[in-house]
């Protein structure tokens, strides 16, 4: 690696959770904005690497603006919810690339950095010489990873887009939603930035397949990751049997893609996902539900003909599910084997006995409030000998400056002055 962590550059930060990052030593610079390439940066910091979070001078990272900015119990302010999610374990400094000082800056930084990312439109940073080939010029072990909507070829390279963009465009919303001839039918976009999430996460695994070559061959190479690409990709067999048949997938509700019973049923008290996907998990539903008639019909003897008659069969079976209490139906399906699960609501989500033993959520300093902290989503990312850690808040706008250019990057004091007086750095 050509940057290597030393003491002064990771002031404040427990030497052992250094140490113990399976990407300590890695030193990135975070160029993104919003949601997919943050959320890259922010895999990689909770890994171990040193991110660099280069913001424009005055507003910063677009998401410092975006999502819910709550009001807290004791009156404190909390920060955006978009840009709080996306951001721990980076240290911010905000510097003009649109000025010559400012891209001189940038490229000093990424001549010992081993990974850039950054999500501008292709083309853009070319014209101050921070693109991938003026940088692989002074530094050929660099990974630079592009986070585009439509990538850096094709027709469409220079449109920009947005996470529910690409839900639409790419074919998610058109088989998400009620079926047709039922109430409310028509196409849905989810709830979350899907899109955007597992962008950040293939651009992440482009990044590590890069060092992992230059591991071997001394050389980095640029990572070209969309979210055309990936909405695609996530709808993996759907999209599948479309190319193999040429038959369009029709949305279908909540019901399971390809087996039946698979969906949201209701109960006395509230719904209930059941997912019986084989023979013996449905006629143990059967058993259970005390319609074991259901198991020998000859409408329903396999999953295929489950799905094809699946009306039929919800229509057999509503009433009797109905006069189940939820949690008593979830035992009972439990207790044979057949998963299932109530149809949850965040507060309900947050309360599972599951989620808190997983340590799913993590106390964050809130750099709003000093002294206060904010319950954030921890990492998926699980390791035993190299744990993932939380060694810094999301940064306020421009707070590490200092510490990066003259621990990290090695500037005095004049010439930290030098870029100041002449507008590059905030």
């Not at 955006?80 to 999610?85: C, I, L, R």
């Not at 482009?206 to 992992?212: C, M």
């Not at 698979?262 to 008290?269: E, I, K, L, N, R």
Request: proline letters at 8%.
């Amino acid at each position: 690696m050509t940057a290597e962590t030393d003491e002064q550059c990771t002031s404040g930060v427990a030497p052992e959770a250094i140490q113990q990052g399976a990407l300590s030593g890695l030193r990135v610079l975070d160029l993104g904005r919003v949601l997919a390439a943050p959320w890259a940066g922010q895999i990689l910091g909770d890994l171990g690497a040193d991110v660099i979070k280069i913001e424009r001078p005055g507003c910063g990272d677009d998401a410092r603006s975006m999502g819910i900015l709550p009001e807290l119990p004791g009156g404190g302010e909390a920060p955006a919810s978009m840009f709080f999610v996306a951001n721990r374990n980076k240290r911010s400094i905000a510097i003009d690339m649109a000025r010559t000082e400012g891209a001189e800056l940038v490229r000093r930084m990424a001549a010992t950095s081993d990974v850039l990312i950054e999500n501008f439109l292709p083309g853009k940073l070319a014209r101050f010489g921070l693109d991938y080939d003026s940088l692989r010029a002074v530094n050929p072990r660099l990974i630079y990873c592009s986070i585009t909507g439509f990538g850096q070829d094709g027709p469409y390279r220079d449109r920009p887009g947005y996470d529910g963009l690409f839900q639409a465009l790419g074919g998610l919303m058109s088989v998400t939603g009620n079926e047709d001839g039922t109430p409310g039918a028509g196409p849905v976009k989810p709830g979350p930035s899907l899109v955007d999430v597992a962008t950040g996460y293939v651009a992440v695994i482009g990044i590590l397949a890069a060092l992992e070559h230059r591991h071997r061959s001394g050389v980095g190479q640029h990572v070209d990751a969309t979210l055309l690409d990936t909405v695609i990709s996530l709808q993996s067999s759907l999209a599948q049997s479309y190319l193999v048949s040429g038959k369009v997938p029709q949305r279908t509700g909540s019901a399971g893609n390809g087996g039946h019973p698979a969906g949201m049923f209701h109960c006395a008290d509230g719904p209930i996902y059941i997912s019986a996907g084989t023979n013996a998990h449905y006629a143990a539903l059967c058993r259970v539900i005390g319609m074991p008639e259901l198991a020998e019909d000859p409408r329903f003897v396999n999953n295929q003909l489950r799905f094809a008659n699946r009306h039929a069969w919800n229509a057999l079976a509503a009433d009797t599910l109905t006069g189940w209490k939820r949690e008593e139906l979830i035992d009972a399906l439990t207790a044979v084997g057949v998963p299932c699960g109530p149809v949850s609501d965040y507060p309900e989500v947050f309360a599972h006995p599951q989620v808190i033993s997983r340590g799913i959520v993590i106390p964050v300093d809130n750099p709003c409030d000093p002294g206060s902290s904010l319950p954030t989503l921890a990492s998926p990312v699980r390791l035993s000998e190299t744990p993932v850690s939380y060694r810094r808040r999301p940064p306020r706008l421009n707070e590490n400056a200092e510490e990066i250019l003259g621990a990290c990057f090695g500037l005095g004091p004049d010439e930290i002055e030098r870029y100041r007086r002449s507008g590059a750095l905030g």
